[in-house]
């Protein structure tokens, strides 16, 4: 998949955000349904808890499109 011009000005938004970059594509296979599909970006961020509560890992993925 070709990246637009859009993807890095997204994708250095959301690192600036403190997002971790995990896959650039995000790639989705089905060999039972002969599907692929391809997001644009799969993101994490570790949240910092607060007290005695431990640290959680939100995750996103994030397909842009601009017309």
Do not use: C
């Not at 997002?19 to 599907?35: C, G």
């Amino acid at each position: 998949m070709a990246k637009d011009f859009y993807h890095t000005i997204v994708r250095e938004a959301l690192e600036r955000d403190g997002w971790k970059i995990t896959h650039d594509p995000f790639i989705i296979k089905s060999e039972r349904l002969n599907a692929r599909v391809e997001i644009d970006l799969a993101l994490e961020k570790t949240l910092i808890a607060e007290k005695d509560t431990p640290a959680g890992i939100r995750s996103i993925m994030v397909d842009q499109k601009f017309y």
